[in-house]
């Protein structure tokens, strides 16, 4: 068995400070024997994409983002000019990243799991010199992440994103958008959202784009009309089973490069984090990114 270095990046405030708590239990439940990990309590967001950044120089073979979905964001963007893996130590509310990798949530499973690690290669999306590693949206998606954001809601991830998505819809009105499909096709028009995803979930396991896959060299976009706030609702409760695509309203497409505008200052957000103002850029060329996923 070849002997891989690990650096583990830890956000201590991720999970309204669940990382910090869970620190003690992860050295017990890292294999040490099978492998080298060098944890690292980062003590701002810069200083860790900079220790991500100077991971593979200093002879590492991957670097595990300890932390939220905004933690492993933070990581791909700081290495995706590199030739070094990424992982997630799943310790945020949303944890989004890891379901789309299809490996557990839970941190002492995911921990024991890289005693076999394997290493995928998938589909790495650009947003105005962001790594996209989900899904980029903006509109509806946008003002709710937003909230949970800045706000202090202290439940699990699902029940904050629900809690939220109510308090935004008091006041909502559908926005006016410009969508560019690979500079040809344009979408004008009033919308609730625009979602571009590499991975199936946002907000918390929200399968907002269920066909998308992170290997298959396409983006998904999937847009939905204006609407009342009823209607809306309705359409809400469908978007956890992925059954909200059936519907009239919502319009899914494929495509390899995507410029959103607005008449509106609107931010996109990717992973829960704020990326950029209007207007912004989602493209996908042929940047590839390498990520540890734990073994049985």
Not at 75 to 83: C, L
Not at 133 to 147: K, Q
Not at 154 to 175: E, M, N, R, S
Not at 198 to 208: A, V
């Amino acid at each position: 068995m070849i002997l891989l270095r690990f650096l583990i990046l830890a956000n201590p405030v991720a999970g309204r400070g669940r990382t910090r708590k869970m620190l003690p239990k992860v050295k017990q439940w890292l294999p040490q024997n099978h492998h080298e990990f060098t944890l690292q309590v980062a003590k701002s967001r810069q200083e860790l994409m900079q220790a991500a950044k100077e991971a593979s120089a200093n002879g590492y073979d991957a670097v595990l983002a300890m932390g939220g979905d905004g933690t492993i964001h933070d990581v791909a963007t700081a290495v995706m000019n590199q030739d070094i893996a990424v992982g997630h130590l799943p310790g945020g509310r949303g944890n989004d990243f890891p379901r789309n990798m299809g490996y557990s949530l839970d941190l002492k499973t995911v921990c024991e799991g890289l005693r076999n690690p394997i290493i995928e290669t998938i589909d790495l999306p650009v947003v105005n010199g962001h790594a996209c590693l989900s899904i980029a949206g903006v509109g509806f998606d946008s003002l709710v992440a937003e909230r949970v954001r800045d706000g202090n809601c202290k439940l699990g991830g699902t029940i904050c994103y629900f809690w939220t998505v109510f308090q935004v819809l008091a006041g909502f009105q559908p926005l006016d958008f410009t969508v560019t499909i690979d500079d040809d096709t344009v979408l004008k028009g009033k919308y609730t959202l625009v979602a571009v995803a590499n991975s199936m979930h946002f907000g918390g396991g929200m399968k907002i784009a269920p066909h998308a896959d992170n290997k298959d060299g396409v983006l998904d976009v999937v847009y939905a009309d204006g609407m009342t706030k009823l209607r809306l609702i309705q359409l809400f409760l469908k978007i956890y089973q992925g059954k909200h695509i059936k519907e009239p309203e919502v319009h899914c497409l494929q495509a390899k490069k995507v410029m959103i505008e607005s008449s509106r200052n609107l931010k996109l957000f990717a992973e829960g984090e704020y990326i950029s103002d209007m207007p912004v850029t989602i493209e996908l060329s042929d940047r590839k990114m390498k990520v540890v996923v734990p073994g049985n």
